[in-house]
């Protein structure tokens, strides 16, 4: 750790909260289409 920290960067975000919230619901829409595909 030490080690790491010798040269730590800050992370920074390449995406918007709106650009990530809209991949989570898509992702959201596909478990829910496999979840249902599965229970039939």
């Known amino acids: 750790i030490d080690?790491?920290?010798t040269?730590?960067?800050p992370f920074?975000?390449?995406?918007t909260a709106d650009e990530i919230l809209a991949k989570v619901?898509?992702?959201?829409?596909?478990i829910k289409k496999l979840v249902d595909n599965n229970a039939k």
């Open 25 to 30: 619901r898509l992702v959201q829409t596909n």
């Open 12 to 15: 920074t975000w390449t995406a």
């Open 3 to 5: 080690n790491w920290n």
């Open 7 to 9: 040269d730590a960067k």
